[in-house]
């Protein structure tokens, strides 16, 4: 008998992923934050990789990038270039990759890259990232989790550890990036305060606002076919949500 229609019917975006994703997201959310929590650290940390991978659920989901074939990426896709009014570049950073979107701080933060080794380096990390498959990268997302797991008391945490990690168990009136003082954090994110009051600073209730809304738009998203062990059917990938693109 399928465990996933026995006990996983109500994970929040269960619907578009595989059973084996679904059953090994549980299995981490019950390591991290203990068996009684598990579907409810299961749905928050669901919301958190569709808004992550604009609704993909992919390993290869490369920031700001459409989703392309994974044997087509090369270590050049990750390179996010700024250009002025003539269209010569003045700067070039790494986009990230993966369901939760691996930086260049967060491989640090895993054991994957050393600060210091460049850029090719890092894209070559990157791109072993996107080539895994999305169950194996699910490891190194509980990896990613598991030194603050006693810190994260909430699904929302788990959002926050991902997006902004000083945010993490504070009130909903505390401001993650003030213009005045986090002047390039702030507009890297600005979009945000500018869906809210535009008020040049951003608040941790603001940077939830996408996190609320996955997560109810992936309540009626949640497991329809049950395929344990099996290829995932065409009818598991189809969804009730259009894909927003976060």
Not at 48 to 67: C, D, R
Not at 137 to 149: A, N, R, T, W
Request: charged share 30%; glycine share 8%; aromatic share 10%.
């Amino acid at each position: 008998t399928c465990i996933c229609k026995e006990q996983y019917k109500d994970l929040v975006w269960g619907g578009k992923v595989s059973c084996d994703f679904r059953k090994k997201v549980i299995q981490i959310c019950a390591e991290l934050w203990g068996e009684n929590r598990k579907m409810e650290m299961a749905s928050g940390l669901m919301s958190v990789m569709y808004v992550e991978t604009a609704g993909s659920f992919k390993a290869h989901q490369i920031m700001g990038k459409p989703l392309g074939d994974v044997n087509s990426i090369t270590k050049d896709d990750f390179w996010l270039e700024k250009k002025d009014k003539n269209g010569r570049v003045i700067s070039r950073t790494s986009r990230a990759v993966g369901l939760i979107q691996f930086t260049q701080d967060a491989l640090q933060a895993i054991g994957e890259f050393t600060s210091g080794s460049g850029f090719d380096k890092l894209h070559e990390v990157k791109l072993r990232f996107a080539k895994m498959g999305e169950v194996k990268q699910l490891d190194y997302v509980k990896k990613y989790f598991e030194p603050s797991k006693n810190k994260i008391k909430s699904p929302e945490d788990i959002y926050l550890q991902v997006f902004a990690p000083k945010g993490v168990g504070k009130p909903d009136d505390y401001v993650l990036y003030d213009k005045d003082i986090d002047g390039e954090k702030y507009r890297q994110n600005k979009s945000v305060d500018e869906e809210n009051n535009n008020d040049k600073k951003i608040q941790r209730s603001e940077i939830l606002g996408r996190y609320n809304q996955s997560f109810s738009s992936g309540k009626s998203n949640t497991p329809k076919t049950f395929n344990c062990g099996a290829k995932q059917t065409s009818e598991n990938l189809k969804s009730n949500h259009t894909n927003t693109g976060y």
